[in-house]
T-cell receptor, first 109, second 117 residues
Framework: GQNIDQPTEMTATEGAIVQINCTYQ??????LFWYQQHAGEAPTFLSY??LDGLEEKGRFSSFLSRSKGYSYLLLKELQMKDSASYLC??????????WGAGTKLIIKP | GAGVSQTPSNKVTEKGKYVELRCDPI?????LYWYRQSLGQGPEFLIY????????DSGLPNDRFFAVRPEGSVSTLKIQRTERGDSAVYLC???????????????FGPGTRLTVL
């Protein structure tokens, strides 16, 4: 079966750094996406990795290791508005997105 | 329009009734996806359209669910004989390219919250 695992919830402090991990087992791999979803809103795109390594985009970075079936999203200089769920999704051999359940990130002042 | 829109935003219905959920994708986007999301879960794939045709409907849970996109733009998700277990947020997303495109970011609409009593 196909499986995406991420922690259910994490807590961090404003101004700090947090790393959200994602491990996956899917039938094929054609890229990994991270999305942000605020409560009651639609997911919005954050990052895309298809090759191993780190992709940096402002305060957010995403890392991929295909051999380990592993990715992480790194958020720096946390702000209160970063409180949201972070969804990891893998595009499988059929080019459809398989989604994790999301990690709820709580930012405390 | 500027983004993906979905109507209605909320729909409350009784068990056994028929509902239609509408999605207007971003103008020019050829790919359209329907997902449903339950509280605390990630989106669950339902169906993918490329143009007017359903390229992949493997996620539809049973034959009570059906979706159309007759002119390659607006899509309607239809649910017959609704059940309480159908209660969820139904999300629509669109993208500019084929599902297999190297990048192919999906843009999501705000969703329709369906409640079956």
């Amino acid at each position: 079966g196909q499986n995406i695992d991420q922690p259910t919830e994490m807590t961090a402090t404003e101004g700090a750094i947090v790393q959200i991990n994602c491990t996956y087992q899917t039938s094929g791999f054609n890229g990994l996406f991270w999305y942000q979803q605020h409560a009651g809103e639609a997911p919005t795109f954050l990052s895309y990795n298809v090759l191993d390594g780190l992709e940096e985009k402002g305060r957010f970075s995403s890392f991929l290791s295909r051999s380990k079936g592993y990715s992480y999203l790194l958020l720096k200089e946390l702000q209160m508005k970063d409180s949201a769920s972070y969804l990891c999704a893998v595009r499988d051999s059929n080019y459809q997105l398989i989604w994790g359940a999301g990690t709820k990130l709580i930012i405390k002042p | 329009g500027a983004g993906v829109s979905q109507t209605p935003s909320n729909k409350v219905t009784e068990k056994g009734k028929y509902v239609e959920l509408r999605c207007d994708p971003i103008s020019g986007h050829t790919a359209l996806y329907w997902y449903r999301q339950s509280l605390g879960q990630g989106p669950e794939f339902l169906i993918y359209f490329q143009g007017t045709g359903a390229a992949d409907d493997s996620g539809l849970p049973n034959d009570r669910f059906f979706a159309v996109r007759p002119e390659g733009s607006v899509s309607t998700l239809k649910i017959q004989r609704t059940e309480r277990g159908d209660s969820a947020v139904y999300l629509c997303a669109s993208s500019a390219g084929l599902a297999g495109s190297s990048y192919n970011e999906q843009f999501f609409g705000p969703g329709t919250r369906l409640t079956v009593l």
